[in-house]
């Protein structure tokens, strides 16, 4: 049978189990809508997914933010759960890294400088004296291509260029999204180089499972299935050490809520100014296992974080200050988000214990990350 035949008949076969409870048709679509134009005149798209159980997940091509993500709590009632501006000249007048892809090199890098292969590679100082999220104009900041793609998602390419950044090698990047009907935000990134280079890519979103801009998160219940964690100096680059979580307030390995141990006299919480620390998580990266799981009593809703990646930042919107206005008009004061970054340990390309970063040519790198929603 010809690949066109064998794909008619699997399609009329699906079609024929509709309904039986064997298989049922993807409901998720996915529409296309403009959302405004850079300063130079690119314009720039919003992509709404949304799937069967009315859940919407809204992506835009500039820095691949996920500007909203309604999901619904133990009534159904759809909110939306991530923080972020109104419209994109917000965005576009800077913000914390609201719901962004984080390229090339997630969290940070000290001293802004590497070597590799015996070259030292220089990169922006854009936090004090380290470097972070991929410089002054990250992936965060790029305009990707984007295209629907068949499986109810969009893909967003990008080519960082040799030097960009100060990092070396042109860097073919794709990133795609994707919502199941299993309320699943999926994201799969991808990248090859022409020379070897580091890598570390991200999503930065800030959840509130309350709703956005309605309060702190202080009373969500958080897991993260880590046993040890990457303490930090008071730069917030990691010592080189993975301690254990075991008798500090960074054990989360049984559901606690974020705000228990915030204020304790704690070296580390002190440092970060609350949580902002990678996590080393138990299943050693590499393949997809569970990471974290959220619950916010309110509302009921439940978020797991599952990942292919080694570790994960624990992020509590410690920077937040009440100075931004986002969606709908609401305030971001302190801890009124978190964030769990998917990722490879900070600092790693100076840190040889630590899972390496670098990229090479011919090889790819590849990551997942699933962001699943239910309530209780
Ligand atoms: C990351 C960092 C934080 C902070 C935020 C953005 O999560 O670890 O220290 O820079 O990004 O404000």
Same mark, same amino acid.
């Given at each position: 049978?010809?690949?066109?035949?064998?794909? !008619?008949?699997? +399609?009329?076969?699906?079609? %024929?189990? #509709? =309904?039986?409870?064997?298989?049922?048709?993807? *409901?998720?679509?996915?529409?296309?809508?403009?959302?405004?134009?850079?300063?130079?005149?690119?314009?720039?798209?919003?992509?709404?997914?949304?799937?069967?159980?009315?859940?919407?997940?809204?992506?835009?091509?500039?820095?691949?933010?996920?500007?909203?993500?309604?999901?619904?709590?133990?009534?159904?009632?759809?909110?939306?759960?991530?923080?972020?501006?109104?419209?994109?000249?917000?965005?576009?007048?800077?913000?914390?890294?609201?719901?962004?892809?984080?390229?090339?090199?997630?969290?940070?890098?000290?001293?802004?400088?590497?070597?590799?292969?015996?070259?030292?590679?220089?990169?922006?100082?854009?936090?004090?004296?380290?470097?972070?999220?991929?410089?002054?104009?990250?992936?965060?900041? !790029?305009?990707? +291509?984007?295209?629907?793609? %068949?499986? #109810? =998602?969009?893909?967003?390419?990008?080519?960082? *260029?040799?030097?960009?950044?100060?990092?070396?090698?042109?860097?073919?990047?794709?990133?795609?999204?994707?919502?199941?009907?299993?309320?699943?935000?999926?994201?799969?990134?991808?990248?090859?180089?022409?020379?070897?280079?580091?890598?570390?890519?991200?999503?930065?979103?800030?959840?509130?499972?309350?709703?956005?801009?309605?309060?702190?998160?202080?009373?969500?219940?958080?897991?993260?299935?880590?046993?040890?964690?990457?303490?930090?100096?008071?730069?917030?680059?990691?010592?080189?050490?993975?301690?254990?979580?075991?008798?500090?307030?960074?054990?989360?390995?049984?559901?606690?809520?974020?705000?228990?141990?915030?204020?304790?006299?704690?070296?580390?919480?002190?440092?970060?100014?609350?949580?902002?620390?990678?996590?080393?998580?138990?299943? %050693?990266?590499?393949?997809?296992?569970?990471?974290?799981?959220?619950?916010?009593?309110?509302?009921?809703?439940?978020?797991?974080?599952?990942?292919?990646?080694?570790?994960?930042?624990?992020?509590?919107?410690?920077?937040?200050?009440?100075?931004?206005?986002?969606?709908?008009?609401?305030?971001?004061?302190?801890?009124?988000?978190?964030?769990?970054?998917?990722?490879?340990?900070?600092?790693?390309?100076?840190?040889?214990?630590?899972?390496?970063?670098?990229?090479?040519?011919?090889?790819?790198?590849?990551?997942?990350?699933?962001?699943?929603?239910?309530?209780?």
């Amino acid at each position: 049978m010809s690949f066109i035949r064998q794909a !008619a008949a699997l +399609t009329l076969w699906a079609a %024929g189990c #509709a =309904g039986t409870g064997i298989m049922t048709e993807a *409901k998720t679509i996915v529409k296309k809508q403009t959302f405004g134009q850079t300063a130079d005149g690119t314009s720039v798209d919003l992509y709404v997914l949304s799937n069967k159980n009315a859940m919407e997940a809204a992506i835009m091509n500039y820095g691949g933010i996920v500007v909203r993500l309604k999901t619904p709590d133990r009534n159904g009632k759809l909110e939306d759960i991530v923080l972020g501006m109104e419209n994109l000249d917000g965005y576009l007048k800077g913000h914390p890294y609201f719901g962004c892809i984080v390229g090339r090199y997630g969290n940070r890098i000290a001293k802004g400088r590497f070597v590799l292969n015996g070259v030292e590679y220089k990169l922006a100082k854009n936090n004090g004296e380290n470097h972070l999220h991929g410089g002054i104009r990250g992936f965060d900041k !790029a305009v990707w +291509t984007a295209r629907e793609t %068949g499986a #109810a =998602g969009v893909e967003m390419s990008y080519l960082s *260029k040799d030097g960009e950044e100060g990092y070396p090698g042109n860097l073919a990047v794709k990133v795609t999204y994707t919502l199941t009907d299993d309320n699943e935000l999926r994201i799969d990134y991808s990248a090859t180089t022409d020379k070897d280079t580091v890598v570390n890519l991200t999503n930065h979103s800030y959840f509130n499972l309350a709703g956005q801009g309605e309060g702190d998160i202080l009373a969500h219940e958080l897991m993260l299935n880590a046993d040890r964690f990457t303490p930090v100096d008071s730069g917030l680059i990691p010592t080189g050490e993975l301690r254990s979580v075991k008798g500090t307030p960074l054990d989360f390995t049984k559901p606690t809520a974020i705000g228990a141990r915030i204020g304790q006299d704690d070296e580390q919480l002190k440092l970060g100014g609350g949580y902002d620390h990678n996590f080393v998580l138990n299943s %050693g990266g590499g393949r997809l296992a569970l990471a974290a799981r959220v619950h916010e009593p309110r509302t009921g809703r439940v978020m797991e974080v599952w990942t292919t990646e080694p570790g994960v930042q624990l992020y509590t919107g410690n920077f937040l200050d009440g100075t931004i206005r986002g969606k709908g008009g609401k305030v971001y004061q302190r801890r009124y988000g978190f964030c769990l970054e998917t990722q490879h340990f900070p600092d790693s390309p100076n840190q040889p214990e630590f899972p390496t970063t670098v990229l090479k040519p011919g090889g790819r790198y590849e990551s997942t990350t699933i962001f699943k929603f239910a309530a209780k």
